[in-house]
């Protein structure tokens, strides 16, 4: 009886060994979390939304490869990056995980005018969607302030931004947010995406450190193919407090939410 005994529990535990190896393998080689830490998507992503980056969409580069070694140094594409897709990737001089809307593809023409999107010449229309609302205060870890259109607003009051439906050239519909006019980002030079690169811009357009904002300045700059990570598919947990236990501020209907 002893004997069945432990070898019971000798098969429990390899049962439990391997279920750890298959659900690290699976976190490791198909999908990667990513917890939103400034509000640059706003408002398609929110500050303390929490996601998995299907890493596979569009296969693996040296970046995300999950080896200390891989056969490649490029990308070699399961499929190719859309326009409209929210793509995490590896900034690439700063080392860090950003998220961000792809604008430009390789080769294209991307400018911005008075605030407008104009990829190859055609502008990307705006339409008006009403205001995006929120509470001016410290938000997330980070402790960030949202930009309010309607400033001068006091903390605890009502922050709102401008919100429009724009739509790519491809057909793509997603919410941008304008804080407010004028802003140094609004109008831009013409920027021409290399071969093997990609342009990115992020949905609060006001607040958003992107590639219209060169790598020399902090900026996201051409990201490179092999930068690309995956991409982000759906919410599957959020929260508004900096802790993850502060289950009052959990965000319920944004749980498993699809990210346009």
């Known amino acids: 009886m002893a004997e069945k005994k432990e070898e019971g529990i ?34 398609t992503l929110l500050i303390g939304d929490f996601l998995f980056v299907n890493k596979m969409a569009y296969g693996y580069s040296a970046y995300s490869c999950p080896f200390a070694a891989c056969p490649f140094s490029g990308r070699i594409f399961a499929s190719e990056p859309e326009r409209g897709d929210v793509v995490v ?6 080392n860090t995980d950003y998220v961000k809307r792809l ?12 605030g407008i999107l104009f990829i190859n010449g055609e502008a990307a229309p705006q339409v008006p969607a009403g ?5 001016k205060e410290s938000q997330g870890r980070f ?7 309607n400033s001068p607003v006091g903390q605890g009051a009502v922050c709102e931004k401008d919100r429009f439906i724009e739509t ?27 071969e093997g690169h990609y342009f990115f811009m992020g949905d609060n357009r ?16 051409m990201v490179p193919a092999e930068y690309l990570l995956g991409r982000a598919d759906r919410v599957m947990f959020s929260a508004a407090g900096k802790r993850l236990v502060y289950f009052w501020t959990w965000r319920a209907d944004r749980f498993f939410k699809a990210i346009n």
């Open 89 to 94: 990737f590896r900034h690439p001089t700063l």
């Open 131 to 135: 205001a995006f609302e929120e509470i």
């Open 10 to 43: 000798l098969e429990t535990v390899k049962t439990v060994l391997w279920a750890l190896v298959i659900a690290g393998a699976f976190r490791t080689l198909l999908f990667q979390p990513f917890w939103i830490p400034t509000g640059s998507m706003k408002d």
């Open 103 to 114: 604008i430009g593809l390789p080769g294209d023409k991307v400018q911005v005018t008075d």
């Open 168 to 194: 790519l050239p491809n057909g793509v519909e997603h919410m941008i947010l304008n804080a407010r006019d004028n802003n140094p980002l609004d109008n831009t030079n013409v920027f021409t995406v290399p």
């Open 143 to 149: 402790g960030t302030i949202p930009q309010c259109a």
């Open 206 to 221: 006001d607040n958003s450190t992107d590639s219209r904002v060169s790598q020399r300045a902090g900026g996201v700059g």
